[in-house]
């Protein structure tokens, strides 16, 4: 499985994103996409995540009413629609792909190279 993670950039607080992250190859072979972030100097943190079957989510407490993960099916492409931004939110975002339903970062296989989200206050 092949993931491309695209749509960050530059947003002043209070602002909006949707980052996009499209799949390619044995998408199959995967259940579940979620999306992580992580700021220099600190750990990999769990943001949402997505069934691709029924399309279960489950997010973050730091995120919950202000993100939104979907995904369409047809395009193999799930997105992060993030609203009311937070300078706080500053991070690289990057979409992962496994078999199991968890927030745990070493439980998703594949990787995208993530992209650069950054709010200015």
């Known amino acids: 499985v092949q993931l491309q993670a695209s749509g960050g950039g530059l947003v002043q607080a209070g602002g909006s994103l949707r980052l996009s992250c499209a799949a390619s190859?044995?998408?199959?072979?995967?259940?579940?996409v979620g999306w992580f972030r992580q700021d220099p100097g600190k750990e990999r943190e769990f943001v949402a995540r997505?069934?691709?079957?029924?399309?279960?989510?489950y997010y973050a407490d730091s995120v919950k009413g202000r993100f939104t993960i979907s995904r369409d099916n047809a395009k193999t492409t799930v997105y992060l629609q993030m609203n009311s931004l937070k300078p706080e939110d500053t991070a690289v975002y990057y979409c992962?792909?496994?078999?199991?339903?968890?927030?745990?970062?070493?439980?998703?296989?594949?990787w995208g190279q993530g992209t650069q989200v950054t709010v200015s206050s």
């Open positions: 992962a792909s496994g078999t199991v339903e968890t927030y745990t970062s070493a439980a998703y296989r594949y």
């Open positions: 190859g044995r998408t199959f072979s995967s259940r579940v």
């Open positions: 997505i069934t691709w079957s029924g399309g279960s989510t």
